[in-house]
């Protein structure tokens, strides 16, 4: 089944900088890669998704690029604020009519100091 | 915040015992998927159900079932609860089979004593 690797686990940087998270996956049949942020004691917030026709998406801050030959994909957060502080978890699925089994990663904690 | 809501909160129960967590998806969406998250780990993939039906299941022992109800609210059962069990259990909604857009609950934080 599908495996994803999500690096690095912790990333502290500071406001104005960016970050940037990058994810590998397994099954090269995934379709579907969706990025949340869950704050501590909150629901997973789904923040950006890309499907395997892109290869980039934006959206104001945040941006993510998947490269399907390597098997790899990537968040990237501009001009970071301390709120974007949260755990960051990147996820991959092989979206389909029968079984879709949507995999995550162990998640990045990212802290934006003042 | 969501229109996905979920009940209860919080439960304690005791080992060997059954529990039964309930999910009320957004608004339009007919596609329900639950996940079990231990404590500082990404969520686990349990199953999905798609207009009433299941619709895929992950690595997930058969005491973990489900229902969909006509207005697509969604059930998940865990019979011989056991310590491991402990963890928040979060329900997304969807709408279509493909299930892109998942959009998740608050949870149920699951305590197994």
């Known amino acids: 089944g599908e495996n994803v690797e999500q690096h690095p686990s912790t990333l502290s940087v500071q406001e104005g900088d960016s970050a940037v998270i990058k994810c590998t996956y397994s099954d090269s049949a995934s379709n579907y890669f969706p990025w949340y942020k869950q704050e501590l004691g909150k629901r997973p917030q789904l923040i950006i998704d890309?499907?395997?026709?892109?290869g980039e998406k934006k959206d104001q801050r945040i941006a993510v690029t998947l490269n399907k030959t390597a098997k790899h994909f990537s968040l990237h957060i501009t001009e970071t604020q301390p709120e974007d502080s949260a755990v960051y978890f990147c996820?991959?699925?092989?979206?389909?009519?029968?079984?879709?089994?949507?995999?995550f990663g162990a998640g990045t904690r990212l802290t934006v100091k003042p | 915040e969501t229109g996905v809501t979920q009940s209860p909160t919080h439960l304690i129960k005791t080992r060997g015992q059954q529990v039964t967590l309930r999910c009320s998806s957004q608004s339009g969406h007919n596609t329900v998927s639950w996940y079990q998250q231990a404590l500082g780990q990404g969520p686990q993939f349990i199953f999905q159900?798609?207009?009433?039906?299941?619709?895929g299941r992950g690595n997930f022992p058969p005491r973990f079932s489900g229902l969909q109800f006509p207005n697509y609210s969604s059930e998940l059962n865990v019979n011989a609860l056991e310590l491991d069990d402990s963890a928040l259990y979060l329900c997304?909604?969807?709408?279509?089979?493909?299930?892109?857009?998942?959009?998740f609950g608050p949870g149920t934080r699951l305590t197994v004593t």
């Open positions: 159900y798609y207009r009433e039906e299941e619709n």
């Open positions: 997304a909604s969807s709408f279509g089979r493909r299930s892109y857009e998942q959009y």
């Open positions: 996820a991959a699925m092989v979206s389909n009519l029968n079984n879709n089994d949507m995999r």
């Open positions: 890309i499907r395997s026709n892109v």
